[in-house]
């Protein structure tokens, strides 16, 4: 499912005296199948984009087409709980939101709310279990007595219960060691490929746009002021550093290195991070 964003903008707080525009003139296209990266400092509009993405946001002006589903400001929200099933967001710290008193029951939460049945909706969560590499006889303990860790991958396994088709994550590994980061981002890594999951990330990590993505959107005040393959964006590091972005550890060393030997290396196959 193709997701593309027209000329959007937002305003928060319309026609209030606390109007404050989020999103201007935003042009986005994401294709199915793909692995966006949207960077961007803090307040440049990332969340507030990624919102629009299943129609949790409305665009104040432009189109957000989903699939074939085309919504603007005037669209009825009623239509839309049927592109929440199919656009799964992982906010930030999902396991916030965790409150069933056993972790089966709360990955069965969703889909039972949409109609699929008990056997189903179990037979999912201990299918996503295993697949997000907890213990099997976590099924029947609080979610409340896991580690952090834990627990945010009982909280992924809630989103991607619905099945979705695209998953959006925002700052998935805020918050966790520098392992947990890996171990998340590799079976994000691994969905993307093995479930043909069309992968959207809002991340602070050059390093973890430039490794896993291939396509970087880079949000600047509200407007998407570049985009392109990872090797396009970091390519032109004078741009980037115009909207206070640096180049990936990674991406820095090989252009060094192509200082050095005074020719250009061939691509950016990036190296190994500590
Ligand atoms: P980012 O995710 O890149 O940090 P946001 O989308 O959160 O950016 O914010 C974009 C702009 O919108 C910022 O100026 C922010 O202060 C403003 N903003 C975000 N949420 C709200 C809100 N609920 N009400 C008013 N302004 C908001």
Same mark, same amino acid.
């Given at each position: 499912?193709?997701?593309?964003?027209?000329?959007?903008?937002?305003?928060?707080?319309?026609?209030?005296?606390?109007?404050?525009?989020?999103?201007?003139?935003?042009?986005?296209?994401?294709?199915?199948?793909?692995?966006?990266?949207?960077? !961007?400092?803090?307040?440049?509009?990332?969340?507030? /984009?990624?919102?629009?993405?299943?129609?949790?946001?409305?665009?104040?002006?432009?189109?957000?087409?989903?699939?074939?589903?085309?919504?603007?400001?005037?669209?009825?929200?009623?239509? /839309?709980? +049927?592109?929440?099933?199919?656009? !799964?967001?992982?906010?930030?710290?999902?396991?916030?939101?965790?409150?069933?008193?056993?972790?089966?029951?709360?990955?069965?939460? !969703?889909?039972?709310?949409?109609?699929?049945?008990?056997?189903?909706?179990?037979?999912?969560?201990?299918?996503?279990? !295993?697949? /997000?590499?907890?213990?099997?006889?976590?099924?029947?303990?609080?979610?409340?007595?896991?580690?952090?860790?834990?627990?945010?991958?009982? %909280?992924? +396994?809630?989103?991607?219960?619905?099945?979705?088709?695209?998953?959006?994550?925002?700052?998935?590994?805020?918050?966790?060691?520098?392992?947990?980061?890996?171990?998340?981002?590799? =079976?994000?890594?691994?969905?993307?490929?093995?479930?043909?999951?069309?992968?959207?990330?809002?991340?602070?990590?050059?390093?973890?746009?430039?490794?896993?993505?291939?396509?970087?959107?880079?949000?600047?005040?509200?407007?998407?002021?570049?985009?392109?393959?990872?090797?396009?964006?970091?390519?032109?590091?004078?741009? /980037?550093?115009?909207?206070?972005?640096?180049?990936?550890?990674?991406?820095?060393?090989?252009?060094?290195?192509?200082?050095?030997?005074?020719?250009? =290396?061939?691509?950016? %196959?990036?190296?190994?991070?500590?």
């Amino acid at each position: 499912m193709d997701i593309s964003l027209q000329q959007v903008g937002y305003l928060y707080g319309k026609d209030t005296p606390f109007e404050k525009r989020a999103l201007q003139a935003v042009d986005v296209t994401i294709h199915s199948g793909s692995y966006t990266a949207i960077i !961007g400092h803090t307040g440049s509009g990332k969340s507030t /984009l990624l919102m629009h993405l299943n129609g949790l946001l409305k665009p104040s002006e432009g189109v957000v087409q989903i699939g074939d589903a085309k919504i603007s400001a005037g669209t009825k929200t009623k239509g /839309l709980k +049927a592109i929440r099933r199919h656009v !799964g967001i992982v906010f930030q710290f999902p396991e916030h939101q965790l409150f069933e008193e056993t972790v089966e029951k709360d990955i069965m939460f !969703g889909p039972m709310n949409f109609g699929v049945s008990e056997e189903e909706s179990r037979r999912r969560a201990h299918e996503l279990i !295993g697949l /997000l590499g907890l213990p099997a006889d976590v099924a029947l303990k609080s979610p409340f007595d896991l580690s952090g860790g834990q627990m945010r991958r009982v %909280a992924i +396994a809630g989103v991607l219960a619905f099945k979705p088709s695209v998953l959006v994550l925002d700052e998935p590994t805020a918050g966790l060691d520098p392992r947990g980061r890996k171990e998340i981002m590799e =079976l994000f890594h691994q969905l993307h490929i093995e479930e043909n999951l069309t992968t959207i990330l809002v991340t602070h990590s050059m390093e973890d746009a430039a490794r896993y993505a291939d396509n970087v959107v880079v949000m600047h005040d509200g407007s998407s002021v570049m985009s392109g393959t990872p090797e396009e964006v970091f390519g032109n590091e004078e741009k /980037l550093s115009s909207y206070r972005l640096g180049l990936p550890r990674s991406v820095k060393f090989q252009r060094d290195i192509e200082k050095m030997i005074g020719r250009a =290396l061939p691509g950016l %196959a990036l190296t190994e991070e500590q």
